[in-house]
């Protein structure tokens, strides 16, 4: 098995890292359905409630770490530097009043 180091890479290298090897399996052949591959991120997470509901911390880790990767996939295929649309988001919600969009 190859060695991948993921340490201290930034977002955007992961989300390089995550397409190629997206790209190499053939899941990148022919244009991506967008709505499939976001609701595939949707479906790691219903997995990974699964797993938390089964008390299986090993796949619970898991399947959170499959919806990074199908996220960061969607990111570098789509060319989205996640790293400032993160940043921009992070500013709009520090700006937010407390608790907005509460539901009473």
Not at 66 to 77: A, S
Request: aromatic share 6%.
């Amino acid at each position: 098995m190859e060695e991948i180091n993921v340490k201290g890479r930034s977002l955007n290298d992961l989300a390089a890292l995550c397409h190629s090897i997206a790209k190499e399996k053939g899941f990148w052949d022919e244009k991506r359905n967008i709505g499939e591959a976001l609701m595939l991120i949707v479906t790691e997470l219903a997995e990974g409630m699964e797993a938390y509901r089964k008390q299986d911390q090993e796949n619970f880790k898991e399947e959170l770490a499959d919806t990074f990767i199908r996220l960061l996939d969607l990111c570098g295929g789509l060319n989205i530097d996640i790293e400032e649309e993160i940043h921009k988001k992070c500013l709009k919600n520090k700006n937010r009043p407390y608790k907005h969009g509460k539901i009473c």
